[in-house]
């Protein structure tokens, strides 16, 4: 199966709907040519929820529930598992699901669940080993940033992985944002940092709102302030300007900035921040162990 081959895909779990919408409007004419697209959810509420969204895609889409996920997979060429990893388990143990991913490219967004675990999951208990029957798979790690097509997702793939398969995983993720290629030994930290890092911010943003409301400001005014300086001021780290460098550039002599920056030191929140992602990424690595 090449980049340009005609390809059916599956999407295992409504956690993969913005992908979904993602690929059936892709953000250019190039790529992958998807033929039928089928995605799995665990309700009949559900269902009907991502029907309505996906609805005007028409014949190209079918939605069914998580009892029908071995005939959604055996149709199709590519498989997003797009499940929490707490039910993978379930997942996996419905009968026939696992055979009738060999064979497919399997790109898996499971928070925690590494390359090494996914293969296992797949040849568990029929006697195979991964020489004998290879596994094409990809982890990813899109962020919720995925709805509005502004996701980085680092993805790994493992050794054996066709340049072929790299390519379709790269231009499926970049349908909701930039793919980033990483390799698998820094995805656990790589992976919490997109997918952890957007809610620390949020949670600073709303101490940096409080302060304003505090002080009279109305929240959605303060907010507008907030969340408009913060993208530019981000913005500006790839351009060049390294973080540190630019916080000593805001931070004049005897102006606020600083005073707020040295108040930040003394309640220890980089610490705190930097703390925060490495316990993260420590649950992150013991999922696979789990």
């Not at 390809?7 to 790529?31: F, H």
């Not at 939605?63 to 388990?89: Q, Y």
Request: contains cysteine; charged residues 20%; proline residues 4%.
């Amino acid at each position: 199966m090449g980049i340009d081959a005609p390809t059916r895909i599956a999407i295992i779990g409504t956690l993969g709907t913005a992908i979904a919408a993602g690929i059936l409007q892709p953000t250019n004419n190039t790529g992958l040519s998807v033929e039928h697209l089928t995605v799995t959810v665990g309700t009949e509420p559900s269902k009907g929820r991502v029907e309505n969204a996906l609805s005007h895609h028409g014949a190209l889409v079918t939605v069914l529930t998580k009892d029908e996920n071995v005939r959604a997979v055996k149709k199709a060429d590519v498989v997003v598992l797009a499940i929490k990893p707490m039910k993978r388990g379930d997942v996996f143990a419905a009968l026939g699901f696992k055979e009738a991913l060999r064979g497919k490219l399997v790109l898996s967004i499971m928070t925690g669940v590494s390359i090494s675990e996914l293969h296992h999951l797949i040849l568990e208990g029929d006697g195979v080993s991964q020489q004998e029957t290879p596994i094409q798979a990809i982890r990813a790690m899109p962020n919720m940033a995925a709805k509005i097509r502004e996701a980085l997702t680092p993805y790994t793939s493992s050794p054996q992985t066709t340049k072929e398969n790299i390519e379709i995983a790269s231009w499926v993720f970049s349908q909701v944002g930039v793919a980033y290629q990483i390799p698998e030994t820094s995805f656990d930290i790589c992976g919490v940092l997109v997918g952890c890092a957007g809610s620390l911010l949020l949670l600073a943003i709303d101490g940096l709102l409080d302060a304003a409301v505090a002080e009279g400001v109305k929240r959605q005014e303060a907010e507008d302030l907030v969340v408009h300086s913060a993208i530019g001021m981000i913005k500006l780290v790839p351009s060049g300007d390294h973080s540190s460098v630019l916080r000593e550039k805001i931070a004049s002599p005897g102006g606020c900035s600083i005073r707020a920056l040295l108040e930040l030191e003394r309640l220890e929140v980089r610490s705190a921040f930097t703390t925060a992602i490495l316990a993260v990424a420590a649950k992150s690595k013991s999922i696979s162990s789990s």
